[in-house]
């Protein structure tokens, strides 16, 4: 028997914090997402322990300053893309400049020179990382995605899907529905 699962990595990552936290009796509030202020002072080997205790989860305590503002432009455009509560329609520009109270183009540098890709780029495969969850999970058209996700067209979701991938929206969606078939007569 195999179950299909479908992920809210927020909500994991949220909870394994609260968790985690908790269980070192650290008094805390979480500011934003990926950042965390602790209310009370704690011994660098309290902090060690609870840094290896969430690294096998894929949580890691950053503490290079460059490092820091590119993991909350990451995380800012991840909120922008994932987040329905957001307005995907307003410029990207605009949105990380007044998330995180910086210039886009101070933002812009410092992603590229920190990540040597482009915050542009960025956005572009977590874009088509959501297609292929939409894809994958929901009951959405492709022209309901390119809506979804401020696309100007669907040609255009198309080509930056076939760039980043490979292969066009349509080739994924029956390679996806061939597995499940697949699946589902094993």
Do not use: W
């Amino acid at each position: 028997m195999k179950l299909f699962l479908k992920f809210d990595f927020t909500k994991i990552c949220n909870v394994i914090l609260e968790e985690k936290l908790k269980a070192y009796n650290f008094k805390y509030r979480q500011t934003s997402f990926g950042e965390i202020e602790l209310l009370e002072k704690v011994s660098s080997q309290q902090l060690g322990a609870f840094h290896n205790s969430v690294k096998d989860y894929g949580i890691y305590i950053v503490e290079d300053a460059k490092k820091i503002m590119v993991e909350k432009i990451k995380d800012a455009i991840m909120d922008m893309i994932f987040n329905e509560q957001n307005d995907i329609n307003v410029k990207t520009s605009v949105f990380l400049s007044e998330k995180l109270n910086q210039s886009y183009s101070y933002l812009s540098n410092l992603f590229s020179e920190t990540t040597f890709t482009s915050i542009e780029n960025f956005i572009i495969l977590q874009k088509i990382e959501y297609t292929k969850r939409l894809l994958t999970n929901e009951e959405l058209s492709l022209t309901e995605i390119a809506y979804k996700l401020n696309y100007s067209s669907v040609a255009h979701l198309s080509k930056q899907f076939k760039n980043t991938t490979g292969i066009t929206p349509s080739a994924f969606q029956r390679i996806i529905a061939k597995r499940k078939d697949n699946r589902m007569s094993s």
